[in-house]
C-alpha cells in the first residue's frame, strides 16, 4: 500500500470523513488517496479555518479532526487552528508537506522547519518517512485524543506519497498509567465539613460528557453551580442549581454566591478558561479534573486527578447539611440579571438582537459565537435548555472563530439549523468562508452584530481611561448591496425586521447573512471589567 493510501485507510477506519484545508502540489496524491478512502477534501478560503474546521468536528464527533496544509505559508496559516486546538482541548491532526529529505536542510523557496514551527502550538510534532509511516499515524491519533486532548502535526515529505510500504500491525494505544499522588482523605474531609459548598464545573467536565452523572448528583446535593464558559450546557439555565457563567456578562452578580461559600469544588475546571484566583475566594479548594495542572499558590487545595466516576465516588461523601443553603439566593440572582437583561429590550441594541434570536429560533438550534463583546452577552444570556448548542472558543480566544466553526458544525449535522454570531470583525477575519458554505450548499446563518468597531478593545481602552485608537472597522454601511459574495443579505435594524429576517433565513436552503446593527452603548454597561 501506498503511503498516502495508507493515510486515507487509516483516517477512514477510526470515522474520519472530511479533511479540510488549502492543497500544494505535493497535496495532490493525498487528496485522491482521500477521495478512494471515502473522505471529502473541504477546501476552505484559509488554512486557519481549516485547523478551526477540524477542531470543531473533534468536538461535535469525538473522533480526530483533520486538516492540511503545504508548506511555508500554508503551514504558518494553519498554526491559528493549533493553537485553538491546543487550548481549546480539541483532538486534532494537522497535515502539511515538507521538504524532501535532499532540499530540508537548503535555502529555497517555502522551506522553514515545521517541526519549530509547530512545537510551541501542539501536543507533538513529528516527520514521517517511508519507515516510520505506521508507527508515527498511531502515535499521533493516540497522542491528540489522550488528556488534555490536543494537536499533533505530521509533516509530509513531498516525495513520500507515492511509495509503498508494508502494513504492520503497530498500535501505541496502551493504557495511560495514572502516577498522580491524589489528596483524597483531605477531600473527604473538606466534603463532610462543608456547609455552603459551590460547584464550579468547566471544560473538562463538558468534554467528557458527564451530564447525567452531575444531574444526579444534584438531584440528591442541591448545591450552587457555576460553570466556565466552555461548559455552558452541561445543566440546563433554569435548574434550581444553576447560576450563572463565570466571566462573561453580569458575572460579578455572582458574587452573591461565591462569597458566601465555605469551599469550593472545582468539577473538571480547566484554568485555560479563567484562572481560579480571578474569582474565588478565600477558602479551601477542592479540585477534579483528568489531568494535574497549575494551581494558585495561596490557600488550602486538595487534589484529584482521574476519571469522573472517581471524582462523584468521592464527591458521595459530600455532608448532607450542605442543602440547606437558600435555595431562593439563586432564584434572586438570576431573576435580578434577567432584569438587567429586560432593561435594554426598549430599544434595538445587542440584547434585543439575542432574544429575539432566542424565541425564533429552534430549542435545537446550533450556535457558533466569534469573539468579542457579543461573546460575552450571549455566554450568559443564551439559553441551550439542554437541548441547542453553544459552540465558542475561550481559552484560545481568536477571532474569526464563528463562521468556520458553523461551516463545520452544519456539516455534521446537515438536519438541524446552524446560527453564527459574530461582530464585524470576526465577520472581516473570515468572511471569505462563505463561498466554502456557497459551494457546499450549507444552509448556514450568519448574524452579523454591526456596530463598525471592535466595540471589546475600545471597552478596554476605556476602563484604562485612554482615548479610543485603532478600532474602527469602516466609516458607513458595512454592507452596500443586498448580495455579498453571492449569497443574500438581510438588513435588521429594528424588532420587526429582525424577526423576519430570522424567519425568512430559517425558511432558506442556502447560506445568509442577517446584518444586524446594533447600538452598541449597551456593552457598557453589560460587559465586566476584567
Avoid at 217 to 234: N, R
Avoid at 351 to 360: D, G, P
Avoid at 374 to 389: E, I, R, S, V
Wanted: aromatic share 8%; proline share 6%.
Amino acid at each position: 500500500m501506498k503511503i498516502a493510501d495508507y493515510i486515507a485507510n487509516h483516517l477512514f477506519n477510526i470515522g474520519v470523513r472530511y479533511v479540510f484545508g488549502i492543497p500544494g502540489g505535493p497535496s495532490i496524491p493525498y487528496i485522491k488517496a482521500l477521495r478512494s478512502a471515502g473522505i471529502e477534501f473541504v477546501l476552505t478560503a484559509n488554512e486557519a479555518s481549516a485547523g478551526i474546521m477540524a477542531d470543531v468536528s473533534a468536538r461535535l464527533t469525538g473522533i480526530p479532526g483533520v486538516c492540511h496544509a503545504t508548506y511555508g505559508p500554508g503551514a504558518t496559516n494553519i498554526t491559528t487552528g493549533a493553537g485553538g486546538a491546543l487550548l481549546d482541548r480539541s483532538p486534532v491532526i494537522l497535515l502539511t508537506n515538507e521538504m524532501d529529505d535532499k532540499m530540508i536542510s537548503r535555502t529555497t523557496q517555502m522551506n522553514i522547519d515545521h517541526q519549530q514551527l509547530f512545537k510551541p502550538v501542539t501536543k507533538s510534532t513529528m516527520r514521517m518517512t517511508p519507515e516510520n509511516a505506521q508507527e508515527v499515524l498511531s502515535a499521533a491519533i493516540a497522542i491528540c485524543t489522550k488528556e488534555y486532548p490536543g494537536p499533533v502535526h505530521i509533516g509530509l515529505p513531498s516525495d513520500i506519497a507515492n511509495i509503498e510500504i508494508n502494513e504492520s500491525t503497530y498500535n501505541s494505544n496502551g493504557e495511560e498509567r495514572n502516577d498522580y499522588s491524589n489528596d483524597t482523605a483531605s477531600i473527604v474531609t473538606h466534603l463532610q465539613s462543608c456547609r455552603r459548598p459551590l460547584l464550579a464545573v468547566g471544560l473538562s467536565s463538558y468534554r467528557l460528557g458527564i451530564q447525567k452523572k452531575l444531574l444526579e448528583f444534584l438531584d440528591h446535593y442541591s448545591i450552587p453551580v457555576v460553570i466556565t464558559p466552555m461548559a455552558k450546557g452541561i445543566i440546563p439555565e433554569d435548574h434550581p442549581s444553576y447560576a450563572g457563567v463565570l466571566f462573561h456578562s453580569l458575572s460579578d452578580y455572582l458574587k452573591e454566591i461565591y462569597e458566601k461559600t465555605d469551599l469550593v469544588i472545582g468539577l473538571g475546571y480547566d484554568q485555560v478558561e479563567y484562572n481560579y484566583e480571578s474569582w474565588m475566594p478565600d477558602v479551601p479548594l477542592v479540585h477534579f479534573d483528568t489531568k494535574e495542572s497549575d494551581m494558585p499558590v495561596k490557600g488550602e487545595i486538595a487534589r484529584f486527578t482521574g476519571k469522573p466516576e472517581e471524582w462523584f465516588n468521592i464527591l458521595n461523601n459530600i455532608n448532607a447539611g450542605s442543602l440547606l443553603y437558600e435555595k431562593a439566593l439563586i432564584t434572586g440572582i438570576k431573576d435580578e440579571m434577567f432584569a438587567v437583561f429586560n432593561g435594554f429590550t426598549n430599544h434595538f441594541g445587542p440584547v434585543t438582537a439575542l432574544s429575539i434570536l432566542q424565541e425564533e429560533l429552534p430549542a435545537d438550534t446550533i450556535v457558533t459565537a466569534d469573539v468579542g463583546s457579543h461573546l460575552h452577552l450571549t455566554g450568559q444570556y443564551w439559553k441551550t435548555y439542554g437541548k441547542g448548542k453553544l459552540i465558542i472558543t475561550n481559552g484560545w480566544s481568536g477571532m474569526g472563530f464563528g463562521i468556520p466553526a458553523a461551516i463545520a458544525a452544519q456539516l455534521h449535522n446537515p438536519e438541524k439549523p446552524v446560527v453564527c454570531i459574530t461582530g464585524d470583525g470576526g465577520f472581516l477575519m473570515t468572511a471569505g468562508e462563505i463561498i466554502t458554505a456557497r459551494r457546499l450548499g450549507l444552509p448556514v446563518i450568519i448574524v452579523v452584530f454591526s456596530d463598525g468597531e471592535l466595540n471589546l478593545i475600545r471597552l478596554k481602552q476605556t476602563w484604562q481611561e485612554i482615548p479610543p485608537n485603532g478600532t474602527i472597522l469602516y466609516k458607513g454601511e458595512l454592507f452596500h448591496s443586498s448580495i455579498f459574495l453571492g449569497i443574500k443579505v438581510l438588513n435588521a435594524n429594528s424588532n420587526d425586521s429582525m424577526r423576519l429576517a430570522v424567519n425568512s433565513a430559517l425558511s432558506s436552503s442556502e447560506p445568509v447573512i442577517i446584518n444586524t446593527q446594533i447600538d452598541p452603548e449597551d456593552y457598557n454597561w453589560l460587559i465586566v471589567k476584567g
